[in-house]
């Protein structure tokens, strides 16, 4: 939206410029901000960035890196699986498996992992984040007690004894 304020008259003084219609002028000067909440033009932004900066990168840094990250994402993808097919053997359903209990564990602690998903769910689901909180607690817990009980693992990758 545009505002085109009606011609004024400047009065040039020794001690600045005075204007009868100040609001006028701070309106014409106003940064229009409807066209760019209404286009996300910042996240056009953003993409571009990080884009560009993807694009500058050495060739095979990016294939290195690809590849570094490739294993363990495709480690989890297959612990996820596993896990809802053993909650659907147990009886649990695919859907409640997998949402409230595999990615729940895989999410992380409380404040980085259930409250966002808490929130995430609530907001898809059409709950209220309080109800739906005490539903993926138990499972991050579980997920971040189970390493606490492992037996150590010695620092340079040696079998213990």
């Given at each position: 939206m545009t505002v085109i304020a009606p011609p004024?008259?400047?009065?040039?003084?020794?001690?600045?410029?005075?204007?009868?219609?100040?609001?006028?002028?701070?309106?014409?000067l106003k940064p229009n901000g409807?066209?760019?909440?209404?286009?996300?033009?910042?996240?056009?932004f953003i993409a571009v960035i990080i884009?560009?900066?993807?694009?500058?990168?050495?060739?095979?840094?990016?294939?290195?890196?690809f590849l570094k990250i490739f294993v363990p994402h495709a480690a989890g993808t297959v612990a996820a699986t596993v896990g809802t097919l053993i909650g659907v053997?147990?009886?649990?359903?695919?859907?409640?498996?997998?949402?409230?209990?595999?990615i729940p564990i895989m999410a992380g602690g409380v404040?980085?992992?259930?409250?966002?998903?808490s929130i995430g769910y609530s907001e898809i689901l059409h709950h209220e984040q309080g109800g739906?909180?005490?539903?993926?607690?138990?499972?991050?817990?579980?997920?971040?007690?189970?390493?606490?009980?492992?037996?150590?693992?010695p620092a340079d990758g040696a079998a213990p004894g």
């Open positions: 004024m008259r400047v009065a040039i003084c020794a001690k600045g410029i005075s204007c009868s219609r100040l609001a006028a002028v701070g309106a014409m409807e066209y760019t909440k209404a286009s996300n033009v910042r996240y056009l884009l560009g900066s993807i694009f500058g990168m050495d060739r095979q840094v990016l294939v290195k890196s053997a147990l009886g649990l359903g695919a859907y409640q498996t997998f949402f409230f209990i595999v404040g980085e992992g259930a409250i966002p998903l739906l909180f005490p539903h993926v607690l138990p499972p991050i817990m579980l997920g971040s007690m189970t390493p606490s009980l492992s037996p150590p693992q």
